[in-house]
Nanobody, 119 residues
Framework: QVQLIQSGGGLVQAGGSLRLSCTAS????????MAWFRQAPGEEREPVAA????????AYADSVKGRFTGSRDHLKKTVYLQMNNLKPEDTAVYYC????????????WGLGTQVTVSS
C-alpha cells in the first residue's frame, strides 16, 4: 500500500519559516517526480514546487521563487519544502504528490497539512 505521510506545517507569523516533510512508502521512489501543491480556501489547488526523480532539477511557482526550497532524500524517501519569509497569502493546505514519470499522472497524494501565516 502506497502512502505519502506529511508532517510539518502550523501557525507562523509573517516573515517566519516552516519546513514540510513528506515520506513515501510502498513505491519505488526514484520512479516518481515529487511535487508540492497548495489550496487556499475558495481557491483551486495550485502547484508550488516540483522536484525531478534525481533531485537535480526543481521548478517553482513564481509566487514562491526565492523563498521556498524543495529537496528530496532518496535514502529516507522523503521530500521537503523549506518555506522562508512566509506571507499571509501563503496560507493554505499543502499537499505532496508523487508523479509517475512514465505516465505523468499524479498517482498518489498526501492528506495535506495546514499552513497558516498571520500578519
Amino acid at each position: 500500500q502506497v502512502q505519502l505521510i506529511q508532517s510539518g506545517g502550523g501557525l507562523v507569523q509573517a516573515g517566519g519559516s516552516l519546513r514540510l516533510s513528506c515520506t513515501a512508502s510502498g513505491l519505488t521512489f526514484t520512479n516518481y517526480a515529487m511535487a508540492w501543491f497548495r489550496q487556499a480556501p475558495g481557491e483551486e489547488r495550485e502547484p508550488v514546487a516540483a522536484i525531478n526523480p534525481g533531485g537535480g532539477f526543481i521548478a517553482y511557482a513564481d509566487s514562491v521563487k526565492g523563498r521556498f526550497t524543495g529537496s528530496r532524500d532518496h535514502l529516507k524517501k522523503t521530500v521537503y519544502l523549506q518555506m522562508n519569509n512566509l506571507k499571509p497569502e501563503d496560507t493554505a493546505v499543502y499537499y505532496c504528490a508523487a508523479q509517475n514519470i512514465a505516465t505523468y499522472n499524479y498517482d498518489y497524494w498526501g492528506l495535506g497539512t495546514q499552513v497558516t501565516v498571520s500578519s
